[in-house]
């Protein structure tokens, strides 16, 4: 009697826990693209950009009357810092009496630079995953506040056209965003 209490919860346990070893621990599937933006000033650019999310890192701030800035950074880690995430800072929100809410979607903003020249060594990185280094800044004054990750990504390789018209849907939705296109 006393083996089938234990035995149950034990199966249970077991379960669950053997769930949690095999779940992906993968946050971002990201690709590379030649940019041919016209707003970018440096021709020969790759561009690395989110097209899914295995899971939606959405951030929501409600910020009432009070005014606010907030800005974010990222960087990725591996075994050389070949892509670099320009610096991006957002706006503000608030000032009015109305009481506000703004939904933040982290991997809609992320978009990695290398000089073309580096596209030996940028497509050494593809069919691996590395490690995603984010800051997302808060100042309402007097007050400051700061929301830090570290994502595992995985980087497919070369977009596909299917892939290129996701990362374009994502770029769709930033508002406000003082980034490139």
Not at 78 to 106: D, T
Not at 121 to 144: G, V
């Amino acid at each position: 009697m006393f083996a089938q209490v234990i035995y149950r919860p034990f199966i249970l346990i077991l379960f669950f826990v053997g769930m949690g070893f095999t779940q992906d621990p993968i946050m971002a599937d990201f690709c590379v693209y030649p940019d041919t933006s016209k707003f970018v000033n440096m021709k020969h650019i790759l561009r690395l950009s989110p097209y899914e999310d295995r899971v939606p890192l959405n951030i929501t701030l409600d910020f009432g009357s009070h005014s606010f800035s907030k800005g974010f950074s990222a960087s990725l880690l591996g075994p050389e810092k070949l892509f670099h995430f320009p610096l991006a800072l957002f706006g503000g929100g608030g000032g009015g009496w109305v009481r506000q809410k703004e939904s933040i979607s982290v991997y809609d903003y992320l978009d990695f630079y290398c000089d073309i020249k580096d596209s030996l060594s940028a497509i050494s990185m593809f069919d691996k995953t590395y490690s995603l280094h984010w800051e997302l800044d808060f100042e309402m004054k007097p007050q400051t506040q700061k929301i830090i990750g570290d994502n595992i990504i995985y980087i497919s390789g070369f977009c596909t056209d299917e892939q290129l018209k996701l990362i374009q849907e994502r770029k769709k939705n930033r508002k406000g965003v003082a980034t490139w296109p």
